[in-house]
T-cell receptor, first 111, second 114 residues
Framework: GNSVTQMEGPVTLSEEAFLTINCTYT??????LFWYVQYPGEGLQLLLK?????DKGSNKGFEATYRKETTSFHLEKGSVQVSDSAVYFC??????????FGSGTKLNVKP | DVKVTQSSRYLVKRTGEKVFLECVQD?????MFWYRQDPGLGLRLIYF???????EKGDIPEGYSVSREKKERFSLILESASTNQTSMYLC?????????????FGSGTQLSVL
């Protein structure tokens, strides 16, 4: 089947620390991969995406590389800010009708 | 920018009540989705619709139905609410274009069934 597994949170970091949130997937074909972010009290927003192997998605200082060999799409940021505190969801789709989401990882950034 | 509006932010209902959750999008998107979000489980797809009057079951459709009479509106119906349907419900939409997979989400409805 198709599924996404991401690291459990919460993740607590100090401002300017390096962030990694792990995401691995299983898929019956060649998926597109996404990271969505949910700020408190809001719906999810697309953060970045990658549509094929070795693609790197990037936005707002966040990056993730589509690794087919390890079926991973880990999210990284070199220096987090307090404003990055949110819940981060990894997701995949094969046919654009069904999107499979991970369980979410809450990030707390302390000043 | 695309706007997906869910009619209520918080809703409290009693067991056995019929509950309607409304979602409206303003960008003429063909595809609309209903998810529920539960701690530790992430988002699970309840139903989706790929056009007016067209619908397909998602992964957890039991106890729910949907209605899509107009393109902009997608309603989720709990025929007889139960306490295990207490959850955050998220509506999403996207344009039916294989080069654009981006989902636009509403801010959610937190439903409590007592």
């Amino acid at each position: 089947g198709n599924s996404v597994t991401q690291m459990e949170g919460p993740v607590t970091l100090s401002e300017e620390a390096f962030l990694t949130i792990n995401c691995t997937y299983t898929a019956t074909g060649y998926p597109s991969l996404f990271w969505y972010v949910q700020y408190p009290g809001e719906g999810l927003q697309l953060l970045l995406k990658a549509t094929k192997a070795d693609d790197k998605g990037s936005n707002k200082g966040f990056e993730a590389t589509y690794r087919k060999e390890t079926t991973s799409f880990h999210l990284e940021k070199g220096s987090v800010q307090v404003s990055d505190s949110a819940v981060y969801f990894c997701a995949l789709t094969l046919n654009f009708n069904k999107f499979y989401f991970g369980s979410g990882t809450k990030l707390n950034v302390k000043p | 920018d695309v706007k997906v509006t869910q009619s209520s932010r918080y809703l409290v209902k009693r067991t056995g009540e019929k509950v309607f959750l409304e979602c409206v999008q303003d960008m003429d998107h063909e595809n609309m989705f209903w998810y529920r979000q539960d701690p530790g489980l992430g988002l699970r797809l309840i139903y989706f619709s790929y056009d007016v009057k067209m619908k397909e079951k998602g992964d957890i459709p039991e106890g729910y139905s949907v209605s899509r009479e107009k393109k902009e509106r997608f309603s989720l119906i709990l025929e007889s609410a139960s306490t295990n349907q207490t959850s955050m419900y998220l509506c999403a939409s996207r344009v039916r274009d294989k080069t654009n997979e981006k989902l636009f989400f509403g801010s959610g409805t937190q439903l409590s069934v007592l």
